[in-house]
T-cell receptor
Framework: AQSVTQLDSHVSVSEGTPVLLRCNYS??????LFWYVQHPNKGLQLLLK??????LVKGINGFEAEFKKSETSFHLTKPSAHMSDAAEYFCVVSGQAAGNKLTFGGGTRVLVKP | DADVTQTPRNRITKTGKRIMLECSQTKGHDRMYWYRQDPGLGLRLIYYSFDVKDINKGEISDGYSVSRQAQAKFSLSLESAIPNQTALYFCATSDSHPGLAFFGQGTRLTVV
């Protein structure tokens, strides 16, 4: 069975400082991994995806994530937080063993302080 | 106009009532999905459809049913609503892999 654990339910950062959102996954086979963002009263938007190509993946809005198989992690980072980054972020895993169905983490809510 | 439109956006209903949530998309995608979101649990798949004639149960389909009226329309019904179905419901579409999905803005359903 596949699973995702987002290690922090809430993260608070100051504007202009780095953001780190931690995600660990479990999957039987080589997984596909995604990060989605959900702004208040909005649907989810795909930030970036890893599908067995380069392990460092760049996404929209300056975010990037690194796939580390040995650590079963897919942490999301951004060098400098902006007020507009305040949102909830979901790490998602998908694997062929599960018919490519998605398993979502519980989410990390990011607060950006001015 | 949004690529994926859900109606209604908010709904309060009573226990035992039947309710339908509607989703329409302009992406031209064959694949459509219904998820529910509960705090701390992320999103969980209720039903999905790969085309008009193909409908499949997800991980939490009990108490729900769906109808794929056309490529662009996929509705979710609660036959007899109960309070633990209070949640935020999302419709999504994808062209291929379900991870490359476009989501609607959600329907907040409260069952009292």
């Amino acid at each position: 069975a596949q699973s995702v654990t987002q290690l922090d339910s809430h993260v608070s950062v100051s504007e202009g400082t780095p953001v780190l959102l931690r995600c660990n996954y479990s999957s039987s086979y080589s997984p596909s991994l995604f990060w989605y963002v959900q702004h208040p009263n909005k649907g989810l938007q795909l930030l970036l995806k890893y599908t067995s190509a380069a392990t460092l993946v760049k996404g929209i809005n300056g975010f990037e994530a690194e796939f580390k198989k040995s650590e079963t992690s897919f942490h999301l980072t951004k060098p400098s937080a902006h007020m507009s980054d305040a949102a909830e972020y979901f790490c998602v895993v998908s694997g062929q063993a599960a018919g490519n169905k998605l398993t979502f983490g519980g989410g990390t809510r990011v607060l950006v302080k001015p | 106009d949004a690529d994926v439109t859900q109606t209604p956006r908010n709904r309060i209903t009573k226990t035992g009532k039947r309710i339908m949530l509607e989703c329409s998309q302009t992406k031209g995608h064959d694949r459509m999905y219904w998820y529910r979101q509960d705090p701390g649990l992320g999103l969980r798949l209720i039903y999905y459809s790969f085309d008009v004639k193909d409908i499949n149960k997800g991980e939490i389909s009990d108490g729900y049913s769906v109808s794929r009226q056309a490529q662009a329309k996929f509705s979710l019904s609660l036959e007899s609503a109960i309070p633990n179905q209070t949640a935020l419901y999302f419709c999504a579409t994808s062209d291929s892999h379900p991870g490359l999905a476009f989501f609607g803005q959600g329907t907040r359903l409260t069952v009292v």
